[in-house]
């Protein structure tokens, strides 16, 4: 069994921020991958950033120079730092993992992200 469990969603002005976390526990040999998505009311599920098992990030468009991905191995745990967030960033994040050589995948069960004035 494994669960992702996501934190750090909730409510925030315009130009505010916010740290998310998704913790891995269960039956997970090595995690590979680990990647942050997204998907607002009406729209598909889009990756917003993703991070490589030794520290190496990508960015989605729409997170570059705003948002930044870490991640704390020793806890299985990864983080989404969103700063200067707009309306449009409104959606609920998942936390996604890549893991046991690629045999395995799984998915967070997502936390709402509202950006409101």
């Known amino acids: 069994q494994v669960q992702l469990v996501e934190s750090g969603g909730g409510s925030v002005q315009p130009g505010g921020s916010l740290r998310l976390s998704c913790a891995a526990s269960?039956?997970?040999?090595?995690?590979?991958?680990m990647r942050w998505y997204r998907q607002a009311l009406g729209k598909q599920r889009e990756l917003v950033a993703g991070?490589?098992?030794?520290?190496?990030?990508n960015y989605s468009d729409l997170a570059k120079g705003r948002f930044t991905i870490s991640r704390d191995n020793a806890k299985n745990t990864m983080y989404l730092e969103m700063n200067s967030l707009r309306s449009d960033d409104t959606a609920v994040y998942y936390c996604?993992?890549?893991?046991?050589?690629?045999?395995?995948?799984?998915w967070g069960q997502g936390t709402q992200v509202t950006v409101s004035s």
């Open positions: 269960g039956n997970i040999f090595r995690i590979e991958t």
């Open positions: 996604y993992v890549l893991a046991d050589g690629g045999r395995n995948s799984y």
């Open positions: 991070i490589g098992s030794s520290g190496i990030t």
